[in-house]
């Protein structure tokens, strides 16, 4: 309904992309007669781009990936150290298509279209269909939107959520609606559901209204409460686990800043945290330094939609104001990791369009269309080539990539059965790659013992693990496990070490794993051990 209001509203509407070069405007022919078809086409690439050659550059999938896998196998309301949005994304995945790396992949590419469609009604507002598909594209040249995107983590499945946050914001302050401002409290809950630096957006949010009285002119205490009844409906639950479970997240997340603060200085993770974001934005600093000294420009930047001071406060404050806010955070001391704020842009390619005015339109041509595609299949040729050996040689590191992760997995399995013949394997104990990964890709559904430590995993209990047994695999620099666990399992037996090469030369080192059992009870049978 939004979407064709705002056609039905503009006149402009009608114009295709891409339409004619620069400066002169409606002097080339139509290449398609609706700019929903540039929408669709754009969101098909996507798609289409960023399952495709993760499938062909992995091996085995990115760590996050599998650990979203690890958490999928008995969803929870939370976990101990991150809320549950992108594990319940990978569960639904899996109920689709299995366990296949497109199950794992799919989520990531859907964000990632997913955010660029939840701000085309605000681009189309702002600017009309032309400038609008001019801002989509260059959206889409984030490298949030691609080379970072594959790893589906907390980070990516944020970028959606928080990109529908921020129109719904938008539609609730312009229009008042009481189904905005819902929308608005429960786009907020799921962004803060996918993690917790959702903190930075309502703090943006406020910004806007202390900045711009006309912002604040639908703000009344009757919306306000039914923003925040559509919040809770969607946070209120893993509200809830949280007080259940003392914070453990937030507790795990003030230890982990302690031990990231111990690896650099203040001035190196600020100055790196901006400078990756700089790079990030590379192809939309060029293009806007291009544009901006090449072609004049006949207006003066505003939105030609509604030229009203909120929407550029909007798109500055929405745009800008949650990065500005975590160097606020980070001149005060605290860690910033430069990918944890993957989600905070859904709105640079308005910015810069509202920045360019009429020199966006020297990207509505043939061959800004042509420039974008061959760049998204570089970028895409790029990402599949950290599974080769050419890879290494320029990078001088292995990609995880191409870790021998089924053969790994095949490995385990062959030992649980020469061990434990007619008893399918239930239970990986181990590191939160080697155990995961070997997960994954094992013939039975099994679940994962986090690190040996139950309070992390509490889909399985100590009796549960002596009553249907597990492999226990760790790396070399987790030797502690054996003891802990020849404590607890007097029916543990340690094996020998496995030894595992990549599965083509050159793609990865040798693995030095240690491998053990514990072994069933010898009174369980299979049918007590159902797989889940």
């Not at 129109?167 to 429960?186: N, P, S, V």
């Not at 786009?187 to 912002?215: I, N």
């Not at 230890?255 to 901006?274: M, N, P």
């Not at 399995?413 to 104990?429: D, H, T």
Request: net charge positive; proline share 8%.
């Amino acid at each position: 309904m939004i979407l064709q209001k705002t056609f039905h509203r503009k006149a402009q509407l009608s114009s295709n992309f891409p339409h004619s070069p620069a400066g002169a405007p409606g002097a080339a022919a139509a290449v398609a007669p609706q700019p929903q078809r540039w929408l669709a086409f754009l969101l098909l690439a996507q798609l289409l781009v960023w399952v495709i050659f993760p499938m062909l550059g992995h091996h085995s999938p990115p760590l996050d990936v599998i650990e979203m896998h690890t958490w999928a196998s008995v969803p929870q309301l939370g976990y101990y150290k991150h809320p549950p949005l992108p594990a319940w994304g990978i569960y639904l995945s899996e109920a689709f298509f299995g366990r296949s790396d497109l199950a794992l992949f799919l989520p990531s590419a859907l964000s990632v279209a997913l955010a660029t469609l939840a701000v085309w009604p605000l681009a189309l507002r702002f600017f009309g269909a032309r400038r609008a598909l001019v801002a989509m594209f260059l959206q889409a040249s984030v490298a949030y939107y691609h080379l970072y995107a594959p790893d589906f983590n907390h980070n990516v499945a944020q970028m959606p959520v928080w990109a529908m946050t921020v129109t719904a914001y938008y539609f609730a302050l312009a229009e008042g609606g009481k189904r905005w401002w819902f929308a608005f409290g429960a786009a907020l809950g799921a962004t803060a559901l996918a993690k917790y630096s959702a903190a930075f957006l309502p703090l943006a949010c406020v910004a806007l209204l202390l900045w711009d009285r006309q912002a604040r002119r639908h703000v009344t205490p009757t919306n306000i409460v039914v923003a925040a009844a559509g919040f809770f409906l969607l946070f209120g639950p893993h509200l809830w686990w949280l007080i259940e479970h003392d914070f453990g997240p937030l507790r795990y997340l003030n230890e982990r800043l302690g031990d990231l603060a111990q690896h650099a200085s203040w001035s190196e993770r600020f100055v790196s945290y901006i400078a990756t974001q700089l790079i990030v934005h590379f192809v939309l600093l060029g293009v806007l330094l291009a544009c901006w000294r090449r072609t004049p420009s006949v207006d003066a930047g505003a939105p030609p939609a509604a030229g009203q001071r909120m929407d550029k406060r909007f798109l500055l404050a929405l745009g800008l104001g949650p990065f500005l806010l975590t160097l606020v955070a980070g001149l005060c001391g605290s860690y910033l990791h430069p990918m944890w704020a993957s989600a905070m842009f859904p709105l640079s390619g308005l910015l810069v369009v509202l920045a360019l005015g009429a020199r966006a339109e020297r990207l509505a041509t043939r061959g800004w269309l042509i420039a974008w595609c061959a760049m998204m299949l570089v970028f895409g040729a790029v990402y599949a080539a950290k599974n080769t050996a050419f890879w290494h040689s320029v990078s001088h590191k292995y990609a995880r990539a191409a870790y021998p992760g089924p053969e790994l997995a095949r490995a385990v399995e062959q030992r649980w059965r020469a061990a434990a013949p007619g008893r399918p394997l239930r239970n990986i104990v181990g590191t939160r790659w080697e155990a995961g990964v070997t997960s994954f890709f094992a013939a039975d559904n099994t679940r994962v013992l986090i690190e040996a430590d139950f309070s992390t995993s509490p889909w399985l209990t100590p009796e549960e693990l002596a009553r249907c047994g597990a492999m226990v695999v760790w790396d070399q620099q987790s030797a502690h496990l054996l003891p802990a666990l020849q404590r607890q399992f007097a029916r543990l037996q340690p094996l020998a070490p496995l030894a595992l090469d990549p599965a083509r030369a050159g793609t990865f080192d040798r693995q030095q794993l240690s491998l053990a059992l514990i072994l069933p009870a010898p009174e369980s049978t299979p049918a007590a051990c159902p797989a889940r």
